[in-house]
T-cell receptor, first 117, second 115 residues
């Protein structure tokens, strides 16, 4: 069964460093998303991406964040200058959004645990 | 998107049916009910969704009341591996006239399956 994959599973970085989190969405999907979950808190939406542009972003997704689909398979989240409060699990998701509504279901990857020291 | 209310936690004996309720009294006509679960900080896992008819798949059944103000997710034979936080989310996507595609997660119900 197709699934969303994410790398790395765990990333440790120093405050102020840039990190890139990578995702491979399900191959025929058109919508891509990033969510995050700070330890012990709710899963929060960050950004959605469609047709090579951001379709929606949350207040969390400030100028330090960017997303890109560099090729036909990868979807990345970059944090330019990490802060301690960026430590969280980051989840990528994708959905098809073609045809009937079942195609609109979002499927999540296993997540990347980002630890900022 | 309509707000949902779920119990904070529930217990269920292994092998028995787990019935997880969700209240969504302000749901509107084009909003779907989705259920996801999250096992110990893993990525949220899609379970099932529905609009107004009851739905069943290989994982669970979804029973939606006739007035659509509440629903119940049923795991017919719970196992220890079903211990997780279960999220009930209502939304209509952009594609169907909604303002957003995002999923808004609440705190969900922590289901503990007991041996």
């Amino acid at each position: 069964e197709p699934e969303v994959t994410q790398t790395p599973s765990h990333q440790v970085t120093q405050m102020g460093q840039e990190v890139i989190l990578r995702c491979v969405p399900i191959s025929n999907h058109l919508y891509f998303y990033w969510y995050r979950q700070i330890l012990g808190q709710k899963v929060e939406f960050l950004v959605s991406f469609y047709n090579n542009e951001i379709s929606e972003k949350s207040e969390i997704f400030d100028d330090q964040f960017s997303v890109e689909r560099p090729d036909g398979s990868n979807f990345t989240l970059k944090i330019r200058s990490t802060k301690l409060e960026d430590s969280a699990m980051y989840f990528c998701a994708s959905s098809d959004s073609r045809g009937h509504v079942s195609a609109d279901t979002q499927y999540f990857g296993p997540g990347t645990r980002l630890t900022v020291l | 998107d309509a707000k949902t209310t779920q119990p904070t936690s529930m217990d269920c004996a292994e092998g028995r049916a787990a019935n997880l309720p969700c209240n969504h009294s302000t749901i509107s006509g084009n909003e779907y009910v989705y259920w996801y679960r999250q096992i110990h900080s893993q990525g949220p896992q899609y379970i099932i969704h529905g609009l107004k008819n009851n739905e069943t798949n290989e994982m669970a059944s979804l029973i939606i009341t006739e007035d659509r103000k509440s629903s119940t997710l049923i795991l017919p034979h719970a196992t220890l591996r079903d211990t997780a936080v279960y999220y009930c989310i209502v939304r209509v996507s952009r594609r169907y006239g909604g303002a957003t595609n995002k999923l808004i997660f609440g705190t969900g119900t922590l289901l503990a399956v007991q041996p």
